[in-house]
């Protein structure tokens, strides 16, 4: 289970929403290829995302013991992330602000290949991915943090679910 905590969308237009939607399609590898790719092609426009706002050091789990597994610990992690598993990485990574989650991806994909399991070499990219990753590369700056932001927050695991709003449950919140 996972939800936004805000319970809101962070998306902006509804051809963001439609990206984001086509994302979630995907296959976990596939998943996984688009989100190195968005780093790897746009890395020098697409940063951690407010870096002043992530505080990377909160999340020594996912930043610094998992450097130190095996290639096959580390992707079977991110397939956990990514297919939102109940398992302690998924928690650790779904109790991250959605900032910090960003620092999570830019890190391990600035990585890969050197303390980061690296792309399958015999991994092929399928017309969906290239057209995702297209359209995420067409949009604007903004718009492309804000997919990222909505990509990111929907994987890993957390029980924390969105606060009912005074409409939903008809009482008043008080303190």
Do not use: C
């Amino acid at each position: 289970m996972t939800a936004n905590l805000t319970g809101k969308s962070q998306i902006r237009s509804q051809d963001t929403q439609n990206i984001v939607n086509d994302f979630e399609t995907l296959s976990t590898d596939d998943k996984l290829a688009v989100l190195y790719w968005i780093y790897e092609k746009m890395g020098d426009s697409i940063t951690p995302a407010a870096p002043g706002a992530a505080e990377p050091n909160i999340a020594p789990m996912l930043m610094d013991d998992y450097y130190d597994l095996s290639d096959d610990e580390q992707l079977q992690i991110m397939r956990d992330i990514v297919e939102r598993k109940d398992t302690v990485y998924s928690h650790a990574y779904g109790a991250l602000s959605a900032n910090n989650q960003l620092v999570v991806w830019y890190a391990w994909a600035v990585g890969m290949g050197d303390r980061i399991v690296d792309m399958p070499s015999d991994y092929e990219s399928t017309p969906e991915t290239d057209r995702i990753l297209a359209e995420i590369e067409q949009a604007e700056f903004e718009e492309q943090i804000s997919i990222l932001r909505e990509i990111a927050g929907g994987m890993g695991y957390t029980v924390v679910g969105s606060i009912p709003t005074q409409a939903e449950t008809g009482v008043t919140p008080s303190l």
